[in-house]
């Protein structure tokens, strides 16, 4: 997509607005499968939590993907999208043994994580087969808030518990058909990915009637030049040769799974807001936008980085801003950036806003969440409407404080 594109969808649409580009995400997704291609049987199960839009589901989709999905709203989605049962997995955690079940009767892959789930779903249902979370405690992750591998991370079922998970199958007659990993985001290095995968692959070897092995997530993508991303292409190379070797020995065709979320849709994605107003202290110019953490909260909560260009003024010199939010908190995007010179009215756009930036905002100050664009066949599609007054006010309940009733309450 062009500046140029960006900027008429934000003056047609308002501001401010995500737009996604289903080109890259189509891209990414080929890229993934191509890297993979040697393996005979490959899933790619799309994260929803990443951005959830169901036009987003819907164009994954048409592509062949399955979906993963971390709560029963997220299966609800994808079956509203079209996804079939059985391309949906389940992989929630810490959640309620009843939320399980009701994912279980809707037919959906079941992916447990916790031991005593475990043994309770399977004296209560031998009959439905389930995926096992493993923790390989494999510290990949590239940040404390995104990395679940480690020794005393919440997620997965230690590696160092296979003798009780065996205990389990063995006492309640279950069936454990896949083997899952999901070392954490943002996994710099691919030699790490494999040493993990050397793990699973022991793990594997303990449960005699898999279908699947799923190797979670955690590819990285660029945020910024300069930075590294995961080499999918050699990881294909290397990870498909071992996973068709370990298929042999073990005697069966098994399928390679994967759940990316970032990987996929975080390129396609831009995020556009007008700037407010162009404030100067004593140190600092600031770029005041119309959002905040309530719209884009990676910057505050995980420190990330997104680049931010003015396309209003591509050819504008360049100076430096830090660009602030109008939430009644610090909310800072990026400081001391150098941007092409901006006016008060200018839109800037955030890069890499297609991951963990829609699918996290909120109505905090009782701001309206912002709308969503996919640029799809060189047309821009409204995928949602922006919020109205509306949809801040219609689940709150209003107290009648005038009534008498409530009046000889106070008393
Ligand atoms: C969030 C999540 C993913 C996706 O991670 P990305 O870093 O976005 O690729 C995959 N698997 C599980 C279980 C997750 O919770």
Not at 123 to 145: E, F, L, Q, S, Y
Not at 225 to 234: F, L, P, Q, R, S
Not at 331 to 336: E, I, L
Not at 352 to 366: I, K, T
């Amino acid at each position: 997509m062009t500046e140029n594109q960006l900027l008429k969808i934000a003056q047609d649409f308002g501001s401010p607005i995500y737009i996604y580009d289903a080109e890259k995400i189509e891209r990414q997704y080929k890229r993934l499968t191509n890297a993979f291609k040697d393996v005979k049987s490959l899933k790619i199960n799309y994260a929803v939590k990443a951005l959830s839009n169901i036009s987003i589901l819907k164009l994954l989709h048409t592509l062949g993907s399955g979906i993963d999905t971390v709560s029963i709203q997220e299966v609800q989605l994808g079956l509203a999208a079209g996804y079939k049962p059985e391309q949906i997995i389940f992989t929630p955690n810490g959640v309620s043994l009843d939320e399980i079940e009701v994912a279980a009767k809707l037919g959906v892959k079941i992916n447990i994580d916790n031991l005593s789930i475990l043994e309770q779903f399977g004296t209560k249902h031998p009959d439905i087969p389930v995926c096992i979370r493993i923790n390989p405690h494999v510290m990949a992750g590239g940040n404390a808030k995104i990395s679940v591998g480690h020794i005393d991370s919440k997620f997965g079922i230690s590696i160092h518990q296979i003798p009780h998970i065996l205990r389990i199958v063995e006492n309640t007659k279950m069936n454990i058909n896949g083997i899952h990993m999901h070392t954490g985001s943002d996994i710099l290095d691919i030699e790490v990915f494999l040493y993990a995968s050397e793990i699973l692959f022991e793990t594997a070897k303990q449960f005699k009637n898999l279908n699947f092995i799923d190797f979670g997530s955690g590819f990285k993508v660029p945020y910024k030049t300069g930075d590294i991303e995961t080499n999918i292409e050699e990881l294909g190379k290397k990870l498909s040769k071992r996973f068709n070797d370990f298929c042999k020995e073990y005697g069966k065709e098994l399928t390679l799974a994967f759940e990316p979320g970032k990987f996929l849709v975080s390129e396609s994605g831009n995020f556009l807001a007008q700037v407010n107003a162009v404030k100067q202290t004593t140190s600092t110019v600031f770029a005041q936008i119309d959002s905040g953490f309530n719209h884009l909260i990676r910057p505050m909560f995980y420190g990330s980085h997104h680049d931010i260009v003015n396309i209003s003024n591509p050819k504008g010199k360049e100076r430096f801003y830090t660009v602030v939010g109008y939430i009644c908190e610090t909310d800072t995007f990026g400081s001391n950036r150098r941007i092409n010179e901006i006016s008060e009215g200018d839109v800037l756009c955030f890069k890499n806003a297609g991951a963990y930036c829609f699918s996290m905002a909120s109505n905090y100050n009782s701001r309206y969440r912002p709308a969503e664009v996919l640029w799809y066949n060189n047309k821009a599609h409204l995928i949602r409407k922006r919020e109205t007054f509306d949809d801040i006010i219609k689940n709150q309940v209003e107290v009648d404080f005038s009534s008498k009733k409530e009046k000889a309450l106070v008393k």
